[in-house]
């Protein structure tokens, strides 16, 4: 409609029918009739938005299923939060290098890289901390009365679902306890040393 026009009948609107018994929703009804709709205009941040879905999509997906999807996934973010409902695991030894998934690390003498693990090896991991009767507290030898040089001795850091335990074990003679523990440090050592890059990481120190 012609703006000229619509300020005619506006103003016809409001003076013509002043002095008649037109109460307000009246009038608003009349000028609703004679509004013009405005064009739709694409607002300038539609598409700013519509890339932030698609960035958030994949970085849940990245988390969800990161060892899966190529270069689209994450295996460190996968990791991070399923590592944080289950457990962490921080073993120093006195014969080889150190592991934690606390900070994410392997240390090896003053060399430390970042270590991730996927998601079947922490399953693995996982499945034999629960075998290891962490809560109960562990039978591990101690320093005294010790003869020989101990050899294999651990300082040991475990999340288990929220709580945290930590023990030393002196490496003088053999537990079960400590048996479970050379377990658990060797399988992590076997999967760190098929990563590439890894191998002199893992290997164990010699004895002078």
Known sequence: MDRELERKI???TDEG???LDFNSELKGKVRQKIKRDKPYRRRWYAPVISLLIVVLLLFIFAVVKG???GFIGNEWLSGF?????NFDIEINA???????????????????KPLSFTKDERDRIFAKIESIDFEGGLDLPDDKGCNMQPYGGYEVKARI???????RS???HTTADSRALDEL??????????KPGYEEMVEPYLIM
Do not use: A, Q
Not at 161 to 167: I, L, S
Not at 186 to 191: F, I, S, T, W, Y
């Open 67 to 69: 060892e899966n999807l």
């Open 170 to 172: 002196s490496g003088c």
């Open 185 to 194: 440090w060797e399988m992590m050592l076997e999967m760190i040393g098929n």
């Open 81 to 85: 939060f399923e590592n944080s409902k």
């Open 94 to 112: 006195s014969h080889g290098p150190s592991v934690s998934t606390f900070d994410g690390t392997i240390t090896r003498e003053d060399v430390v």
């Open 161 to 167: 679902k929220g709580d945290v335990y930590e023990y």
């Open 10 to 12: 506006k103003r016809m």
């Open 17 to 19: 029918l002043k002095d």
